[in-house]
């Protein structure tokens, strides 16, 4: 045994399939010497300062029932480098190092010269990075073979959807609205029980209403995410926005609940805690409009992006909420509210960091009344007039605060 106490240290995870025992731990003429019943795929030695100790990470192997003339216990996963890999420690009684390490022809046994040391030379050895050494390659143990692969083509990325037409007057700097009628293509959306309309094809119905009652004002440009019956993936829907420079976003919308007597318009802006259960509910309903078509891809920003950004997002979400408030102030002569009209869900579609953007759920489909109102011209028209004042007041106010 000589001046060592030998500790077997060894992760908690599984071991890969194919994996060596350590069958024995051996001192003798100034050597140290590991027996496996198999194949490993290498080893690495480092020193340990604090009580002095040396430590070998044996890639590919179990602790085995090891033999020596120390005794053994497990240390657990938290030394080990990884979820395949054995760690034994030395605990050295006086400094020394290893050198010389070299696995056997076939690969079966690893061996160290153990050589004192001053403890200074073993402070300085032990700011060394680690030794990495590799059996012969003929005799490294192999991953384990697939079994069986499944491959998917996902084909080419698509291209960037096309940027909409902007209707009105031909003055860039007039303020630009971006309004998004909701569905669309093979989602439908809500359907009226009693009349059986579709929710894609009232919100196109609105959002042309409220373009036209906004061109005809002169006083801001406007453009459709959607002007006939197609799908858009719902980033691309906040995507279009923020890729034209909007200077405001509204998404229409029209709800649904099992209870028929559910009525009246509200309006949603941003927020990660949504403000009830039901606007969760609606939050996770309109989500999944991602599912059949949508990719989420991210990436990680820097620390300083990350703040940024996030000053930017709560300033936006402070201009919609108080777009919200001016838009069912001035949509109520022409429409009827719901008694808590302003929301919070987190919709991905109001997720534009740097564009306000409200979603504007206009009434309830599945009631007879508002199904009928949202349907019909005239109740198309007190929507787009509402939210017309509302847009003309705001940026009259944008334009009064610089």
Do not use: C, W
């Not at 060394?128 to 050494?133: F, H």
């Not at 009434?363 to 929507?383: M, P, R, Y």
Request: zero cysteines.
């Amino acid at each position: 045994m000589g001046p060592f106490l030998v500790l077997l240290a060894a992760t908690l995870t599984p071991a890969p399939a194919i994996a060596g025992d350590i069958r024995a731990v051996e001192f003798g003429n100034g050597e140290v010497t590991l027996r496996f019943d198999d194949l490993v795929a290498g080893a690495s030695t480092f020193l340990l300062a604090g009580p002095d100790r040396i430590a070998l990470d044996i890639a590919g192997a179990e602790p085995g029932a090891a033999r020596g003339g120390g005794r053994y216990r497990p240390r657990g996963a938290s030394g080990a480098a990884d979820a395949d890999t054995t760690r034994v420690v030395l605990d050295l009684a006086q400094p020394a190092i290893l050198s010389d390490g070299r696995f056997a022809a076939d690969g079966r046994s690893l061996t160290f010269r153990l050589n004192p040391v001053s403890a200074g030379e073993f402070e300085r050895a032990a700011r060394r990075p680690r030794v990495e050494l590799q059996p012969p390659v003929q005799f490294r143990a192999k991953p384990p073979e697939k079994r069986y692969s499944v491959t998917i083509p996902i084909g080419r990325p698509k291209p960037a959807v096309a940027l909409p037409r902007i209707d009105g007057p031909a003055n860039p700097r007039l303020p630009l609205v971006v309004i998004d009628a909701g569905h669309g293509g093979h989602d439908p959306g809500a359907i009226s029980p009693h009349s059986g309309k579709r929710e894609k094809d009232i919100t196109l119905a609105l959002a042309r209403a409220i373009r036209d009652d906004l061109i005809a004002s002169g006083r801001v440009r406007v453009a459709l995410t959607r002007s006939d019956d197609r799908y858009l993936v719902l980033e691309e829907r906040f995507g279009i926005a923020r890729r034209m420079k909007a200077d405001l976003f509204i998404s229409v919308h029209a709800d649904a609940s099992e209870n028929e007597q559910a009525n009246g318009a509200s309006i949603y802006t941003l927020s990660e805690v949504a403000s009830d259960r039901e606007a969760a509910r609606l939050a996770t309903r309109e989500n999944k409009a991602n599912i059949i078509n949508g990719v989420d891809l991210g990436a990680h920003s820097s620390d300083v992006s990350s703040i940024l950004l996030d000053l930017t997002q709560r300033e936006t979400m402070n201009v919609s909420a108080d777009f919200a408030r001016l838009l069912q102030r001035e949509a109520s002569d022409g429409m009827k509210f719901r008694t808590s009209a302003h929301r919070f869900a987190s919709f991905v579609v109001l997720k534009a960091p740097d564009t306000p953007s409200v979603l504007f759920e206009t009434g309830f489909i599945s009631n007879k009344g508002d199904a009928e109102f949202l349907a019909s011209a005239d109740g198309q028209k007190k929507v787009a007039r509402g939210v017309r004042d509302a847009v003309q007041i705001h940026f009259a106010r944008q334009i009064a605060s610089q």
